[in-house]
Nanobody, 122 residues
Framework: QVQLVESGGGLVQAGGSLRLSCAAS????????MGWFRQAPGKEREFVAT????????VYADSVKGRFTISRDNAKNTVYLQMDSLKPEDTSVYYC???????????????WGQGTQVTVSS
């Protein structure tokens, strides 16, 4: 089992920045690829970014490419999502998740956090 706890969400104005953190406990964190997803009210959960176990390989959704940066610190069992140039359409609950491979597919992720709300005002 891997337990994941997100933090860092909040209210920010358009154009602003936030950094989300996801702390992991349980099984060896460095064995897992990590992903960030988001879900807005009435919409399906969507892929945001993923990072390999080593941190050397990342994939981003087109909607966030160039604005968001995923990173990880295996010594701290933590994955981050730096979000810059935020837009109102980025408003969602953001979830981190763990998988055994790097993939944008939601169904491939075995463990999920409880989510953190990000609200971007115009």
């Amino acid at each position: 089992q891997v337990q994941l706890v997100e933090s860092g969400g909040g209210l920010v104005q358009a154009g602003g920045s936030l950094r989300l953190s996801c702390a992991a406990s349980g099984r060896t964190f460095s064995n897992y690829a990590m992903g960030w997803f988001r879900q807005a009210p009435g919409k399906e959960r969507e892929f945001v970014a993923t990072i390999s176990w080593s941190g050397g390989y990342t994939v981003y959704a087109d909607s966030v490419k160039g604005r968001f940066t995923i990173s990880r610190d295996n010594a701290k069992n933590t994955v981050y999502l730096q979000m810059d140039s935020l837009k109102p359409e980025d408003t969602s609950v953001y979830y981190c998740a763990a998988a055994t491979l790097v993939t944008p597919q939601t169904k491939r992720y075995d463990y999920w956090g409880q989510g953190t709300q990000v609200t971007v005002s115009s």
